[in-house]
């Protein structure tokens, strides 16, 4: 199967300024700093002994993506401030000269923004699925502990696979 696939990027290359740069680093490390904060947060609950609810694991997932994501943006940052050749030429070239910094670059925030996509749309639907569902006297038996063991592990699958497994396809 043959994919045709146009990059825009060679327009705007030679747009971008100083400032987007300051900002795209500034931006990605004021979310890396919050992800620690969440990081730590939810650690130091877990370490206490106490329950980490449901709601709270899904938006650790999604910080664990959004991390990745902000990595990725900083990494591209920084090779584009500090790269030797940055001409468009050689950004649209990246996947043919076997970049292994681009492509790292290109998968990991690919990767990442998708399931940080999906994880946003699971917690929405997780939400919406258990307001209509709650049990009224609040406690859980064994089906429901089973139900929601098996509900976690599709979130799993679709916000870490199926990314993965689209993003891989496209950097063979």
């Known amino acids: 199967m043959v994919h045709n696939y146009t990059n825009f990027t060679g327009e705007y290359i030679k747009k971008v300024t100083d400032i987007d740069i300051a900002v795209t680093i500034t931006t990605c490390c004021l979310s890396i700093i919050g992800a620690l904060i969440i990081f730590i947060n939810l650690g130091r609950t877990y370490k206490r002994g106490e329950h980490i609810s449901e709601p709270k694991k899904l938006l650790l997932y999604l910080t664990i993506a959004d991390?990745?994501?902000?990595?990725?943006?900083?990494?591209?940052?920084?090779?584009f401030l500090y790269g030797d050749d940055i001409s468009p030429e050689k950004v649209l070239a990246c996947h043919k000269e076997n970049d292994s910094g681009c492509i790292a670059q290109s998968f990991l925030t690919t990767m990442s923004s998708m399931s940080s996509f999906w994880w946003t749309s699971i917690i929405a639907f997780h939400?919406?699925?258990?307001?209509?569902?709650?049990?009224?006297?609040?406690?859980?038996?064994?089906?429901?502990?089973?139900?929601?063991?098996?509900?976690?592990?599709?979130?799993?699958?679709?916000?870490?696979?199926?990314?993965?497994?689209h993003c891989y396809h496209f950097i063979k």
Do not use: C
């Open 127 to 165: 939400l919406l699925w258990n307001s209509t569902d709650q049990n009224q006297s609040g406690s859980f038996n064994q089906s429901e502990h089973a139900r929601k063991d098996i509900q976690m592990f599709v979130y799993h699958l679709l916000s870490w696979a199926v990314p993965g497994k």
């Open 67 to 79: 991390i990745f994501s902000a990595i990725g943006f900083l990494f591209g940052a920084i090779r």
